[in-house]
């Protein structure tokens, strides 16, 4: 089994250098990088004392030194650049969204399987030690039955370019509401039925969605995404015993409240943390690979396939189609 494992990172944008960041804080090396160019691999080795460096994604896959690669581009690419790593023999961390739609997610996992290689989205927040107490909260049942889900992830976002354009998987929906449904899909699992409303740009890409999740339960998901408003970012979990209030960013490390049905906080938690937090999903990931894991307990491979169709099913509702599909 592994215990130690080389990490290659494909990719230098912005968030490569974030979970570069708390890598670092962790104490977790990146042995190799690779970029498109050359000289931006030389600039992020440089900054992050990274042995190994490479000009091209297959030359970065096919380094003898590299048990997994972090893939770190843009969602329109994971699926290709995922399937190029677990082809080499590397194990995958994909940031999220997986990819562009569950077709492609599920490639990504049939390869890993066959390959019997490791591969999980990298959807940092569920590792968070923030998330860990809530779900502690959760699963305690002292909320009693969960009869509801209430989160927003809206942000002002009209200088990101990329979310304007289709051919970049643009949106709010996979860029941010990927958080918020993820979220509930935690807690409530797979929808019986989804209602969704979306604001289309001129593009044909959302700028703000709106989604009812209705469960068998008889619980709703009340969920909103938007990137050119700035909303509350938070989230509500209502039980019949009580429910939890989630400061923003609610998919963050950050700080909520236990109020129990007659109004009054029977707990809180605010506790920091040392940088963004995506150190611990690379931990775990290595926990998981040492103990054999192929998919995770936390954020399962099959999950992720499951998220992905729920967000299939939201954009057929809201006319939102990428160029590839």
Known sequence: MTTHLRWGFLGTGWIAQTVAEDFEIAGIPIHAVG????????????RFNVPNRHQGYESLVNDPEVDIIYVTTIHPLHHKHAMLALSAGKHVLVEKPFTINAREAKEIADLARAKNLFA?????????????????????????????????HSQYLPHVARLTEPELGGGALL??????ISFAHRILGTPQSITARATLTDKKVDSMTSMIFEYQSG?????????????????????????????????????????????EITDSYNHKILGNGRQYQALHAQKCIASGLTSSPVMSIEETVEIMEVMDAVRAQTGVRYPTE
Not at 124 to 149: H, K, T
Not at 220 to 240: D, M, N, R
């Open 175 to 180: 860029d941010l509401g990927i958080y918020p």
């Open 219 to 263: 619980a709703h998901a009340t969920l909103t995404t938007c990137s050119v408003a700035a909303g509350p970012v938070t989230a509500t979990v209502l039980g019949t015993e009580g429910r939890i209030e989630i400061d923003r960013d609610f998919y963050g490390q950050t700080s909520f409240k236990v109020i129990d049905k007659r109004g």
């Open 35 to 46: 970029a498109r160019e050359i000289s931006s691999a030389e600039i992020f080795g440089d």
């Open 120 to 152: 999980m989205e990298a959807m940092w927040s569920r590792f968070l030690p923030s998330m860990d107490a809530i779900f502690e909260v959760i699963n305690s049942g002292q909320l009693g039955d969960i009869r509801a889900v209430i989160a927003d």
